[in-house]
């Protein structure tokens, strides 16, 4: 449950608390004439969120009275968006047109009561008599039809005896009454159309303000939730059930904010219109705000679930960023995806002092992700890198390739440019450059060469092709109105870009970080071995703030945080983030921590000229340094940058763990000793020896049989369990990865 309790749920309680309710049943009832989007998860998380919290339940209810626009398609769709939300409702999926001869009853009834009449007076007419906010109505001469007129016509309309339009069923309210929808409302109409469940045997429906109130009774509803524009109908709901005497417990209506998204429109008529119209592909096309398409983009529904809590639920109408939605997916999977490597503009580079070829072992996570993993990358003297990467007359502050800068691959060497190589046309098609040996990563870098980022790059001989589908908000206007205002850049298609041979896609749901450019999603429909096609999902950092700030500079740019009012960048601080996110590949979490931070960047820059590993140094400097100087001055620090990137060092050459990290870090805040030298003392060398850990292994499987037996009748996530307990032992030295390897290995 979330921590702070909404007034939804404070209103729950309460009726648990007084025993008005023995148990919380909710409703999700949306009308299937449409896919469902984002504004319907809120609904949907709203109230399978409460029904599971209070160990209640949650129906889904088709809400089908109106049965022109109603499909099964929709009826599926609906179905679907609330399993990936990971919710279950009870039973079967209800509908409200099985209710329709209860409901009819409930109409006699009323009848008999003298409650409802009968109404033949034409459309016109009758909006004409309801009067106006400061204007009493006046009633039909029809209302003083007898029981038994009312009854007899209702019947008939009921056999299909009249034409449309003919006659309604009213409710007998008060046609003075300062609501005006209890100015006598509609309760029945007659509809000579085919129903897609009840087929032809109605040809009166009822009106949502009569079946609405009585399916969620039948039901044993306990808390009807809605959206504010129903805050009006709230009268009329509970004028039916008191009039009808339905005995309690019965159920009340309870209103919040509708959600609303810049950027977007969300009612299912405009994306109805979108989709007929073939702005898009359909109603999964991942432009949409559809659940179908968030889920076909690679959104999580775990993203989609922070989004709809971040929002929290209010109780006044509001329009939220959707750049906090993206905000929310980043989040999600900066620690859970691999990254690896893939160039969508490629430029060759042919490294002329290189010759054979070799192999990289890279990690797919960085080290304050707690997870592990890594992949060989190939290498050799033909490679491809971004176009975008390189540059003949840079600007000032550009920090890839030049002529006269060096750029470190990612993972392998430092390259020089010698020569840049142009078509007849003068488009650049080829840079030779020559390949510092004594840079190789995981060494000690002796080259000597001074670098300022790393980049992303392929071998050309291993590569695979790949088509990658870039999205960008399919509207520009904040607010659109529709089909005119869809931005025409919305899809850009690249049919060839190279990934490395890694990436091999073998279950459904995989999601990578293409370092660099952002996180990616093989398409669910589309991806095939012989043609992978990957969605991009969203990028790295909000590059809508970016472009908004350019032509005013005052103006505010786009949150990157979900809580509480982000103050906007200045000038230069939005350039280091821009430096740290794209030359350096930083997340934008970090890079925001540090850009923002005068100090904390100054000490990450100078540990950064010590020791190029931007990455893991920008993650140290951002949770450990970053603490310490909570309430110190650098002045005051008993270590310094060239201390920390020491440390650092010892961490990516993998002679200490990351955790022990932390440990050698609480000794220099202490003692400003050398981190290699607390090392030595402490004996805190990782233990990588298959042959130290192997009996420590033996010993750990020995004291878990129960486990063992488990684990070898298919419960994989054991794995972690027994890794666990063999880093325990080895008093956290053990290297993580050769744990995993011989754990694997010895439960086979
Ligand atoms: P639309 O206007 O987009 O077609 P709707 O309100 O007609 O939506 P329904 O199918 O009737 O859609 O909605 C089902 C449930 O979802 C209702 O309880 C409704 O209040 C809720 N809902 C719909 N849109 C939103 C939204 N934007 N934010 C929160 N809840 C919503
Ligand atoms: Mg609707």
Redesign the pocket.
């Given at each position: 449950m979330s921590e702070h309790k909404d007034f939804l749920r404070t209103i729950v309680e309460k009726d648990l608390e007084s025993g008005k309710y023995k148990e919380i049943v909710t409703r999700?009832?949306?009308?299937p004439n449409?896919f469902p989007?984002i504004?319907?998860a809120?609904?949907i998380a709203i109230n399978f969120g409460i029904a599971r919290d209070y160990d209640g339940h949650c129906n889904l209810r088709m809400?089908d009275t109106n049965p022109t626009k109603e499909d099964t398609k929709y009826v599926e769709a609906l179905k679907d968006a609330v399993e990936w939300l990971g919710f279950e409702w009870k039973g079967d999926v209800r509908y409200t047109s099985d209710y329709f001869d209860k409901i009819y009853e409930y109409a006699i009834q009323l009848i008999k009561m003298g409650k409802a009449y009968v109404d033949s007076l034409p459309e016109d007419e009758i909006r004409e008599y309801r009067g106006t906010v400061t204007e009493v109505g006046k009633r039909s001469k029809y209302a003083d039809r007898s029981v038994e007129e009312n009854l007899d016509l209702f019947e008939r309309m009921k056999k299909g005896e009249f034409k449309d339009g003919e006659h309604i069923l009213r409710a007998k309210i008060d046609m003075s009454a300062a609501n005006m929808k209890l100015r006598d409302p509609l309760l029945y109409r007659i509809r000579h159309v085919q129903h897609f469940r009840a087929g032809n045997e109605w040809a009166v429906y009822p009106m949502y303000d009569f079946a609405h109130c009585l399916s969620d009774y039948i039901e044993g509803v306990s808390h009807s939730i809605?959206?504010l524009e129903f805050e009006n109908n709230r009268d009329i709901y509970n004028w039916v059930l008191d009039t009808l005497s339905l005995k309690p417990p019965r159920p009340y209506q309870h209103e919040f904010a509708?959600?609303?998204i810049n950027y977007t429109v969300?009612?299912?008529?405009k994306l109805l219109e979108l989709v007929e119209a073939k702005v898009v592909s359909g109603w999964d096309d991942p432009r949409l705000p559809t659940i179908a398409g968030y889920k076909r983009r690679g959104y999580t529904p775990e993203s989609i679930l922070n989004f709809c809590d971040s929002v929290g639920i209010a109780k006044a109408n509001s329009m939220v960023d959707v750049a906090q939605l993206e905000f929310c997916i980043r989040d999600d999977l900066n620690t859970k995806v691999p990254r690896v490597l893939c160039v969508l503009d490629p430029l060759k580079v042919s490294i002329t002092n290189y010759e054979g070829s070799e192999e990289f072992d890279a990690p797919y996570y960085p080290h304050d992700v707690p997870k592990e993993g890594s992949r060989k990358i190939p290498f050799s003297s033909e490679i491809y890198i971004e176009r975008g990467d390189f540059m003949e007359n840079p600007p000032k502050g550009y920090f890839r390739l030049t002529p006269a800068q060096s750029v470190r691959l990612r993972h392998a060497y430092i390259i020089t440019c010698k020569e840049v190589i142009k078509d007849a046309s003068g488009r650049l098609v080829e840079i030779k450059a020559e390949y510092s040996a004594a840079s190789k990563v995981g060494d000690e870098d002796k080259s000597g060469i001074k670098v300022k980022s790393a980049i992303q790059w392929v071998s050309a001989a291993e590569a695979k092709s790949v088509e990658v589908r870039v999205y960008d908000r399919l509207f520009k206007e904040e607010a659109p109105e529709g089909i005119e205002d869809v931005n025409a850049d919305s899809l850009q298609i690249i049919k060839n870009a190279l990934i490395e041979p890694s990436v091999i896609v073998d279950k459904p749901d995989e999601r990578f970080q293409f370092e660099r450019q952002g996180y990616f999603y093989a398409d669910p429909i589309d991806y095939s071995d012989d043609k992978p096609v990957f969605n991009k999902i969203v990028g790295l950092k909000d590059s809508w703030a970016k472009k908004e700030k350019a032509p005013t500079p005052k103006v505010q740019t786009k949150k990157v945080q979900v809580d509480g009012e982000v103050v906007a960048m200045s000038e230069a601080e939005q350039m280091l983030f821009d430096k740290y996110t794209k030359e350096l590949g930083l997340n934008s979490e970090v890079a925001n921590t540090l850009a923002r931070d005068k100090q904390l960047s100054a000490f990450y820059e100078e540990a950064l000229v010590a020791l190029n590993s931007p990455v893991s140094l920008s993650n140290m400097v951002t949770n450990e340094v970053a603490r310490e100087l909570k309430d110190k001055r650098v002045e005051e620090l008993k270590f310094n940058a060239l201390q920390i990137a020491e440390l650092v060092s010892i961490v990516d050459d993998g002679t200490i763990s990351n955790k022990i990290a932390k440990q050698v870090f609480e000794e220099m805040c202490k003692s400003g000793a050398n981190p290699k030298q607390i090392v030595k003392d402490k004996g805190l060398v990782q233990i990588s020896d298959p042959a130290v850990i192997a009996p420590i292994i033996d010993d750990v499987i020995a004291k878990n049989p129960d486990n063992v037996a488990k684990f070898k009748a298919g419960n994989t996530k054991l794995l972690g369990f027994f890794v666990g307990q063999v880093l325990k032992a080895t008093g956290g030295k053990g290297n993580p990865k050769v744990v995993n390897e011989l754990v694997m290995q010895k439960l086979q």
């Open positions: 999700f009832p949306p009308e449409g989007h504004g319907h809120k609904s809400d809605c959206t509708r959600l609303g969300m009612s299912k008529r």
